[in-house]
């Protein structure tokens, strides 16, 4: 199964190494990251690449 991650630039909370770790878990199907530079762990959704990605992302997935 396709898997969007869309990783918070400035997260606190997450490391980017935790971030990156968990995309190079998935062995058996393709990982598609987004890096929103600048954007906090509980502020990400706010900023418009977010649902940007998002949509691209399912736009691109067959059968949706």
Do not use: C, K
């Not at 995309?23 to 690449?49: C, K, M, W, Y």
Request: aromatic share 4%.
């Amino acid at each position: 199964v396709p898997t969007l991650l869309v990783v918070a630039g400035a997260d606190r909370l997450i490391a980017r190494e935790r971030s990156d770790a968990l995309a190079a878990a998935f062995t058996a199907a393709p990982v598609r990251t987004v890096l929103i530079e600048g954007a906090g762990h509980n502020e990400i959704d706010s900023r418009p690449q977010y649902l940007e990605s998002i949509a691209e992302f399912l736009g691109a997935a067959p059968g949706v």
